[in-house]
């Protein structure tokens, strides 16, 4: 995905004359063509997480478009404040675009894992989340969305989905209908749940955007009141949406995701995936348990 | 020529009193800088808010608001009646200022640390439009603490934001916690043109406001007195967030 941002970036920059990119020393060598071609609006801004989201809610204010990027702990948890009150509190807009989403980075240890940022952005009023789950996917969604007056939190990974689906800023996908239970995917975790979910007659909803919520898609398949949530970071970030669309129906809720504990083991995040049970194994074995229960 | 400001200084005791809110020392040790700011510096027209060519100004330090308040209202930007309002439910106006909420207000501050970089941030953009609008913004020296104001001081000094001004209210409150030392000199290591100014004396503020760098950003120190002009209040941390009683309020009005 991070390709597809510097593809989708050089291609809008020649476009939008407002945008204005901020790296936090990172990406560089990609954007050399952006930096040479607009070098008024391509900053290798610095390590300075902080002041780099206040600087880009100034630029904001004179309807610029600022896009930062920079590894997720440091974009969201770092600047976690300047995010809510330079961007969401003033209502100003901007792109906050991450990579190394949970534990990408596994070999680099907890200091670059970020598997709470979608829990905690979404305790910003105004916020907007999207977990694209393939590059073809982020693109459009940035497309849809970077233009749009609010703060909009893009989270890549190094994972991609295997098919690109047609998505829809603040809409989920109905991928099939079932009458068992209805399992939801997030982003990345649709091919594992895919595989998971090919022999059940379940529903399988697909989501994108994690803010603003999709409530009607949930509510209009829900027959069975049978769900389980599969996230790719610290589970059950969505479970209070969820809950919510789907009242006063009766519900049984299981939920599959990042463990909330520190992942101190290093090399390669699908060692990880395994070791915490994102498996296509255990996401059957907690289908059977959903529709037994 | 100095104008006597007696009379914004009531109104802010006034006011805090009745609302039983806002920063009273904090106002006082601005408002000298406030004044000259609105009355001979900055390019705003109080009836066309959005003009693009307008020049910035931004209060970082927020909970200094009712300065800012009463300046805008002797300017003409808001009306003198809502200033009965402050602090209660429905008001415009609160103890840290909103941009959404009131006219002239550019940034929604009060969490300290924030002014500088969104003040960077509008200088950078007004520089990439090529305009020629200045921006100002005032911090504490308490919020001189905060390492996002030397975040954002590399940041001006890097970009060669010449049309950025930072006012530091030098009025030593932070003394008691963390020595904060020679700003002019911290500010020039970070590649800044930087002076210094007796913050109460309106003809002074006027000159050091009035320079513009030609390629630096411009840091003014400005030594200040917090709660200047009531000696009960001037440099007493007890009045920091402290409302005065009905009789207090007698004392102060007839000093």
Redesign the interface.
Known sequence: MRKQFVVTLESLLSEDKRITLLLGDIGVFGFHQAFEKYPERVYNIGILEQATIGLASGLAMLDLIPVVHTIAPFLVERSFEQLKIDFAYQKLGGNFISVGASYDYAALGCTHHCPGDVGILKTIPGMEIITPGTDKEFDSLFRQCYANGKPTYFRLSEKNNTESSEVHFGKANVIKKGTKATVIAIGTMLDLVLEATKDFDVTLLYYTTLAPFDSQTLKENSESGRILLCEPYYSGALSSNIVKALFPQKIIFDTLGVPCEFMENYGKAEEHDKYIGLTVENIKLRIKQLVYA | MSINLHNLKKKIIKICTNAKEGHIPSALSILDIVWVLYDKILKIDSQNLED?SRDYFILSKGHASLALYVVLIEKGFLNDEILENFGKFNSILGGHPS??KVPGV???T??L??G???????????K??QMNNRVFVMVGDGEANE??VW??A??AA?HKLSNLCCIVDYNHSTDRALLVGDLVSKFQSFGWEALTVDGHNQEEILKVLSVRPSSKPLAIVAETIKGKGFKIMENNPAWHHKFPTEEELKILLEE
Do not use: F
Request: proline letters at 7%; zero cysteines; hydrophobic letters at 45%.
């Open positions: 693009p941009r959404n550019e940034a929604s009060g969490s640390g924030h500088l970089p969104i003040a960077v941030g509008l200088a950078l953009g007004l990439i439009k390492g996002t975040e954002a590399l940041l890097h």
